[in-house]
């Protein structure tokens, strides 16, 4: 058996146990791994600073090293989340829609876990924890394949967290890292290992996704990229549109839920332009406009029609000025990759109709997309955000790690 085929096996037969566990036990493994990985937190540092090192080798962008740097109080935030994760409610077992039949019979569902998820992601070591996490939280073992260019964190943190687990005494195939073969081969064999992996989530840019929604054989839950969009409408505070937009792009330009897009009502343009164009060159950010915003703040770089489609990641911002909100609304679904989109109004109706039409997983009324996002949304962390419409959509916190089976009692019926 090839060392995909052992783990798959091993993490087949922890999910059969994680599955039955009490959510004591559940818990109390989960504050070990937390406890663990800040006393073992030196270990994740040197290895951190390995992987950081090949990075800047590489010429890794700014953007990027940060999605892969880990520090003291990142690791804190790590053990944070998962204690967090820990304290919240066991999603295992719950019984809903619970009916009777004419014929007497008893039929209701029941919420159980996925079984051995499989996890594909990039560069950013902290998901590695999230994952491990959540899975076991939900009584899934975890098969996670991270990116070569964060090895080293990985392996690190999967030792320590799986120490955790093997000293609460669960089962050692309950959380595993694919480090033996990183060849691009490997990951596609995972994608398809159907006798052993129940569900595939991959993480990261958009060539990762769609790399695994074309090979895989595997269920996946797509996770998307985050083209997200700002729309400042006609009735908006301008103060309050600003301050959203710094936040939304300069907060952390790498993340998936930083803004991408920025879209203007024509009678606000000319007001509004001016103060926000200054606002992002002092944070750095290079613009890229239509003709109406180079018209306003000459010396922009014009945006091209690959720039509304993509999803930069970077100190980088398209702007574009629209008739009306309808065509903003239009332009978003268009182009976003239905991640997180916001409304800047002070309209009521304008509010609720952007929010009626936008086709994305997560639409705000005056607030920042940064905000979508599992601990924000206070699920204790995430394993992704689904821009799909099937089984989850948005951050994926616990329940989403669940499906449910049919119980049904009976008293001797006969069909």
Known sequence: MTELQIKGKQAKQASHILA?????????????????????????????????NNALE??????????????ENRIEEMANGLRRVATLPDPIGEIKNMSVRPNGLQIGQQSV???????????????????????????????????????????????????????ANLPSGALQLIIEDTRR??????????????VLIPRGGSGLIQNVVKNATVPVIETGTGNCHIYVDESCNIEMA????????????????????VLIHKNTAEKFLPIIFQALIEENVEIRG????????PNI??????????????????????????????????YSSSHSEAIITNDYNHAQHFLKLVNSSAVYVNASTRFTDGEEFGFGAEIGISTQKIHARGPMGLKELTT????????????
């Open 113 to 167: 876990p996925l079984g051995v998820v499989g996890i594909i992601y990039e560069a950013r070591p902290n998901v590695t924890c999230d994952a491990a996490g959540l899975c076991l939280k939900s009584g899934n073992a975890a098969i996670l394949r991270g990116g070569s260019e964060a090895i080293y964190s990985n392996i690190a943190i999967v030792n320590i967290l799986s120490k955790a687990i093997s000293d």
């Open 301 to 334: 770089k014009l945006a091209t029609e690959e720039d509304w489609k993509q999803e930069f990641l970077d100190y980088i911002l398209a702007i574009k000025v629209v008739e009306d909100i309808d065509e903003a609304i239009s332009h978003i679904n268009n």
């Open 185 to 198: 081969e490997t990951a596609i064999a995972l994608m398809q290992l159907n006798e052993y992996v129940d």
């Open 20 to 52: 039955n566990i009490s959510s004591k036990c559940k818990q109390d493994a989960l504050f070990k791994m937390a406890d663990y990985l800040l006393t073992y937190k030196e270990d994740i540092l040197k290895a951190n600073q390995i992987d950081l």
């Open 290 to 297: 239509d003709e109406r915003v180079a018209e306003i703040c």
């Open 404 to 415: 449910t089976k049919y119980i049904i009692y009976g008293n001797g019926q006969t069909r």
């Open 58 to 71: 590489n010429g890794t962008s700014k953007t990027m090293l940060d999605r892969l740097l880990l520090n």
């Open 242 to 261: 600003k301050s959203i937009i710094i936040n939304a792009k300069t907060s952390r330009p790498s993340a998936c839920n930083a803004v991408e897009k």
